[in-house]
């Protein structure tokens, strides 16, 4: 039986992962990527490739990069001729023309446990309501977002110790798993598909910057997971009053605590050496220890270096 001729729609690492397994399948012919186009990174805005574009291109895979799903597109794609479409992590929504195009549809992968979760952020969501299970979701796609009948899924634990860097690789890495196992009970009728409970639908949202702001009336516990969920982008920052001065503070790197203090919400103190913030509107506060941070403009810093810069007087 000849390969089964697929064209892989995704742009970042999540789908990055699943893509190099799917290469590695000799059952799988990937005859094109689609992936975002080159975007500006950084502060001096270098043109920088998807992680999926670079992977594309080691293998000599064809690479497209519509800035619209136009008419022009939808063509080249006819012209192609896939058996099936996979999606992951691509970032826009795709039109039933496209998703109908192959014989075998389009396959979806999505990392969490569906319907819960529908929509752009659903491993950071996951981690920032504190769940201790999430999973994956492969399912045929429909118009709607998230919303097409199930093939398989699997459940997965999320670690306390898990940010989201951690927890999207293992994602992947299960994802693709699972995918090449679905994919030939999909084709050869193994599997029925399963509608979704859309009654029990939940939904999350674009990440923005100002998601990363910090409430330190908060618990520990959720600015914690507030840290884990945005490790990548946009990490958690927090405007804060030292010495009657205004200081913007992001968070680099943090520790959860058991201990409690009566030290002020939101201030910075020290204690054996160590600096911490309490959190939490309670008698007793839950405190973070802080361990890097990077005062606006400046670069990261050790808590030592930060105490001996900004919070010992001269």
């Known amino acids: 039986m000849s390969p089964l001729r697929i064209i892989f729609f995704g742009t970042p690492e999540f789908a990055e992962i699943i893509l190099e397994k799917l290469i590695q399948d000799k ?17 001096k805005q270098i043109l920088t490739s ?6 594309a ?13 136009d008419n022009q597109f939808i063509n080249k794609l006819k012209k192609i001729n896939p058996d099936l479409n996979i999606i992951a992590a691509y ?3 795709l039109p039933l023309e496209i998703l109908e195009i192959p014989k075998y549809k389009s396959i979806n992968i999505h990392p969490s446990l569906l319907p819960k979760y529908r929509g752009a952020s659903p491993i950071q969501t996951a981690i920032l309501n504190g769940d201790s299970e999430t999973g994956v979701s492969i399912m045929l796609m429909d118009e709607k977002m998230d919303h097409g009948s ?23 890495n299960a994802s693709a798993e699972l995918l090449i196992k679905t994919i030939p009970e999909y084709i050869f009728g193994k599997i029925k598909p399963v509608e979704q409970d859309h009654n029990q639908a939940t939904f999350c949202k674009i990440i923005k910057k100002s998601d990363g702001e910090i409430n330190w009336r908060k618990s520990a516990q959720e600015i914690y997971n507030q ?29 959860l605590t058991d201990k409690k203090s009566n030290n002020p919400v939101g201030e910075f103190f020290i204690e054996n050496k160590k600096l911490y913030i ?37």
């Open 27 to 43: 059952n799988l012919e990937i005859l094109a990527v689609v992936c975002a186009p080159d975007k500006p990174v950084g502060r």
């Open 50 to 55: 998807p992680l999926v574009k670079i992977l």
């Open 57 to 69: 291109k080691k293998n000599n895979i064809p690479v497209l990069q519509p800035e619209k799903l």
């Open 91 to 93: 970032g826009k929504i």
């Open 150 to 172: 199930i093939l398989s899924k699997i459940q997965f634990p999320i670690s306390n110790t898990y940010n989201y860097k951690i927890l999207s690789e293992k994602l992947a």
């Open 227 to 255: 840290y884990r969920a945005f490790a990548k982008w946009p990490g958690i920052y927090s405007e804060l009053i030292i010495y009657n001065k205004k200081l913007i503070v992001k968070f680099i790197e943090i520790n």
């Open 278 to 314: 309490n959190c939490g509107d309670n008698p007793q506060y839950s405190r973070l220890e802080i361990k890097k941070l990077q005062p606006q403009g400046k670069k990261i810093m050790t808590a030592d270096a930060f105490i001996n810069g900004y919070l010992t007087l001269k």
